[in-house]
Nanobody, 124 residues
Framework: QVQLVESGGGLVQAGGSLRLSCAAS????????MGWFRQGPGKEREFVAA????????DYSDSVQGRFTISRDNAKNTVYLQMNSLKPEDTAVYSC?????????????????WGQGTQVTVSS
């Protein structure tokens, strides 16, 4: 089992920044690819960003490319999502996820473990 706990969400004005953190515990953090997904009001969960183990490869959705940065600190068992130039359409519950083995990092079905999520609200 891997337990994931997100933090860092909140209310921010458009153009502002937030950094989300996802702390992992339980089974070793090593070997797991990590992803961030979000679900806005009335929308399905969508891919935001992902990072491979140990961190040499990253992927982003087109909507956040160039504004968001995913990173991981394997010594701290933590993955981060730095979000800059936030827009009202970024408003959502952001969840981190962990997956292992042969997987498609952009697909929510590749991840076996999920956090509870943290709310991000961007005001215009």
């Amino acid at each position: 089992q891997v337990q994931l706990v997100e933090s860092g969400g909140g209310l921010v004005q458009a153009g502002g920044s937030l950094r989300l953190s996802c702390a992992a515990s339980g089974r070793t953090f090593s070997s797991y690819a990590m992803g961030w997904f979000r679900q806005g009001p009335g929308k399905e969960r969508e891919f935001v960003a992902a990072i491979s183990w140990p961190g040499g490869s990253t992927d982003y959705s087109d909507s956040v490319q160039g504004r968001f940065t995913i990173s991981r600190d394997n010594a701290k068992n933590t993955v981060y999502l730095q979000m800059n130039s936030l827009k009202p359409e970024d408003t959502a519950v952001y969840s981190c996820a962990a997956g292992i083995g042969k997987m498609t990092m952009t697909s929510k079905f590749s991840y076996g473990y999920w956090g509870q999520g943290t709310q991000v609200t961007v005001s215009s």
